[in-house]
């Protein structure tokens, strides 16, 4: 296929280097927003008496019968163009004629590319979001139908408080909810049109950007013109975006993980989301979760690898650009499919609250309530918590829990000690009088539910 640029060369490109040059094999997947970008691009020269009623006509004509083409399996991609740009422009040429060779007045790749990227990673953003809150409500229900239910709260993965489930459940769904907002933070960035920046510089043409752009469906345009064709910033952004997403899922799946094992038994997944072994008959493996976990390295390593791609180019396009698609493709693809297993992954998990309810019970859970009922008798706190550690101390010298040690055993610790603190560590009373806000107790509880419920309708 000869190159749209021959005309300044003698010889033809390697094909070696060709092949190297070529983006078509990953940016084909932009077909659909090239050619929108393009039907605009006529409108607008058209209305601006650059290209005939005519030749917009037919520009529009050939280019929709691509899109239908392509929709239907009947145009393939043509490995000798150079990218989606090229391959489209030179199929219209190849159907219209003198009109196709039109359509390029007043625009280049450069900003074309920027146009096609956005748009499609705009398309992508609203769909992720939409993913997100399908999570999020998944997340709600699971949290309502276990308001009640008691596990162990961790730090250093060591019991440290009760929890309900439905607060720990809640805890990922407030970094969920964060990671929306922060994915319409930066499609507000990034909703304006580069297109009409041209090469570098704008052009001589008497063009209408903000036509372009209100066809398009941005909220305004680029103001200058160097920026629009190499501001890759909102890739960058993206990516920290799903970067954030993942690390939320996978530390999310990691639990899912452990609460899977036998250790644990707090959950058990559902079979169409796990997995067994070639050899061991007894296994059933969380794969899905480990994937998700897995995963989340690879999105990490597409900000990593858009950030320095940009890092110390010069203004305005280079062709290390070509480099963004491939990273945020992957980014994107990676996030979708995580989350398109992972929500019905937890919408089927079966959860087990007598087993949450039985790994509560003997790990000194309560230690910090007992503290705290020595201290509303007037103790001070730091040595009701001094007091309380040696009952611990002395409880697992004697192979026992603080619920099951006698009141005069507690008497001889200190005489503050009544028949009222069973009531007072039970581990229900720990969870229902944790009323400060944002704690376990039930009205926070249910005020996190209705934020959640508020935040994706
Ligand atoms: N395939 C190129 C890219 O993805 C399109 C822009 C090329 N522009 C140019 N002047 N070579 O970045």
Known sequence: MEKMWAGRFQKALDQQADDFNSSLHFDCRMYKQDITGSIVHALMLARQGIISEEEKAQIINGLSSILEDIEQGNLTFDSGAEDIHMFVEAELTKRIGDAGKKLHTARSRNDQVALDIRLYLLAEAEEIGKSLKELLGVLRDLAAAHKHDIMPGYTHLQRAQPVTFAHHVLAYAMMFTRDFTRLRDAVKRMNVSPIGCCALAGTTYNTDREFEAERLGFDGITLNSMDGVSDRDFCVELLNVFAIIMMHLSRFSEEIILWSSWEFKFVELDDSFTTGSSIMPQKKNSDMAELVRGKTGRVYGDLMAMLTTLKGLPLAYNKDMQEDKEAIFDAVDTVKQCLSVFTP????????????????????????????????????FRTAYKTVGEIVAYCIDHHTVLEDLPLATYQKFDALFEEDLYGEIALETCVLKRISAGGTGPDSVEKQIEFITEFIQ
Request: overall charge positive; cysteine-free; charged content about 20%.
């Open 345 to 380: 992954m937890i919408a089927t998990m079966k959860v087990l609250p007598d087993n949450m309810l039985k790994a509560a019970q003997k790990g000194f859970i309560n230690a910090t309530d007992l503290a705290d009922y020595l201290t509303k008798k007037g103790m001070p």
